[in-house]
């Protein structure tokens, strides 16, 4: 007999329908602007109506066609080539994280204090991602402000490289770095696109613009055969209608645009979709993550789902101050829904103050999240073997189960210490001082970076790779 698990779904499939009929009105109706000319070619080469000579119409017929262009499911390797996981198909209801993402500044792990992130927390953010068990990618964790802007997403990706062996996603942020970075990576590791372990991400500009920068970059990806991941970021009341349906059909219709447009480019090229909800806060001007965030984002997983392509969605990073209540509040429901839900990837956790600051810290403490959330959705099972109606009869009442069979051979399987805290009892958290539970993770996770294990060929890479940005 099956597990008895967890799970949650939002969406009917009337409602799947009415969602996706509201989104192709957007794009017969209202259209995208596209700022890229080589872009546009590739839409009137495919008969869209242009009006206004950058305002592009696309109708249904086109988007079932990159539907069935683009591949179901994407196995992702680690740098040494093995499988390290897939997104879609059959892996929908298994949520993958990662860690991130462009923060600009960098918070102590023991203090919280802010320093402008530098090449060396790269070093350490990256490392901090690759010892932890629960996190499968490592997305570009800050950007570094005290290199050369010119050449410092060549040193940030080659920090990325050398420091781990899982999967890299790769945030570029000076376009005349992304083909260089590319080069570099194929020089130091071979083809990319066979065993694909760096995934490029992209943004549009919502609402309903195909900036030239991202175009240009699809281009340039979709040319060496790898997949990218293309995410929107709408915050409803500024950028995306308020209500929460409203941003759903809005951010839609952008991903069913940049599905489309990867097909137009090149026919198989594999995508990564999702969307990034956010509301805004008007007394403050910054944008929050809220329970109706969390719904659109899980319902954008379903929508990717429905139309069998790979998903990437939120993190639940943002409203952090540190490793604090704040933080591990907006952990739990995003990483919980998203586990129990059709979340293929969520890449960016680390950043607090609206991914401004990384914190090592909440890292470390969504790590607990994300290892308890995957136990929870694990579910248990009711089968004779495990429910044991004899041993029950044979116990009778009053008894305890201490001695039982049962419990010397499973009880292993039901310890879930924490590697942070200890399971203190009342008088052992007095005997040691009443510690605080959020000194003891910044401790925790102090001495994790201080004894961080690089891979074996982390110097021989970052020497070659010095060499080959200098020739640049």
């Known amino acids: 007999m099956a597990a008895v698990t967890p799970s949650i779904s939002l969406l009917t499939g009337d ?42 119409f696309i109708e249904e017929s086109l988007v079932q066609w990159a539907f069935d262009a683009a591949p179901s499911s994407i196995a992702i390797h680690n740098r040494s080539g093995e499988i390290r996981f897939t997104l879609g198909g059959d892996s929908a209801n298994s949520t993958r994280f990662g860690v991130g993402v462009t923060n600009l500044h960098y918070q102590d792990p023991l203090t919280d204090k802010t320093t402008p992130f530098s090449i060396k927390h790269m070093e350490k953010a990256v490392g901090l991602g690759h010892a932890l068990e629960q996190f499968d990618v490592i997305s570009t964790p800050g950007i570094a402000q005290d290199l050369d802007p010119k050449t410092a997403d060549l040193f940030s990706s080659l920090t990325m490289l050398a420091n781990t062996t899982k999967p890299l996603v790769l945030l570029i942020s000076e376009m005349n770095c992304f083909e260089p970075a590319l080069d570099m990576m194929e020089t130091l590791h071979g083809n990319l696109a066979e065993k694909p372990f760096v995934i490029p991400y992209f943004n549009p500009i919502t609402p309903l613009v195909l900036n030239e920068e991202t175009a240009e970059k699809i281009i340039i990806t979709a040319g060496r055969g790898l997949p990218f991941i293309y995410n929107n970021y709408g915050m409803s009341g500024a950028t995306a209608p308020i209500t929460p349906g409203g941003t759903l059909a809005l951010l839609n219709a952008e991903l069913l645009a940049g599905i489309v447009f990867a097909q137009l480019v090149k026919k198989g090229t594999p995508v990564i979709a999702g969307s990034l909800p956010a509301g805004f806060d008007m007394k403050n001007m910054m944008s929050v993550y809220t329970p109706h965030t969390m719904l659109i984002n899980l319902a954008c997983a379903e929508m990717m789902n429905h139309y069998q392509i790979p998903h990437s969605g939120t993190s639940g990073s943002g409203p952090g101050w540190g490793p604090d209540l704040i933080a591990g509040g907006a952990f739990w429901m995003n990483h919980l829904t ?52 004899d041993e029950i009869n044979t116990m009778g009442s009053a008894g305890n189960y201490l001695a039982a069979p049962s419990t010397g051979k499973h009880f292993r399987n039901f310890r879930f ?29 102090h001495h994790m970076i201080e004894t961080l294990s690089p891979p074996h060929d982390r110097d021989a890479l970052m020497d070659r790779g010095k060499q080959l940005i200098a020739a640049h």
């Open 417 to 445: 210490e924490s590697p942070v805290w200890p399971g203190y009892t009342l008088e052992q958290w007095q005997s040691n001082q009443c510690p605080e539970a959020g000194k003891l993770l910044r401790e925790y996770t």
């Open 15 to 56: 409602q799947i329908q009415e969602i996706h009929r509201q989104s192709l009105e957007i794009l017969s109706r209202t259209g995208i602007r596209v700022d890229c000319p080589r872009a546009l070619a590739f839409f009137n080469k495919a008969s869209c109506r242009i009006a206004n000579n950058n305002q592009v």
């Open 338 to 389: 998203s586990i129990m839900g059709k979340v293929g990837l969520a890449p960016f956790v680390g950043g607090n103050f609206d991914s401004m600051a990384f914190s090592p810290s909440a890292v470390v403490y969504a790590n607990e999240v994300i290892r308890l959330s995957r136990i929870f959705n694990r579910g248990f099972s009711i089968d004779p073997e495990t429910v044991k109606l």
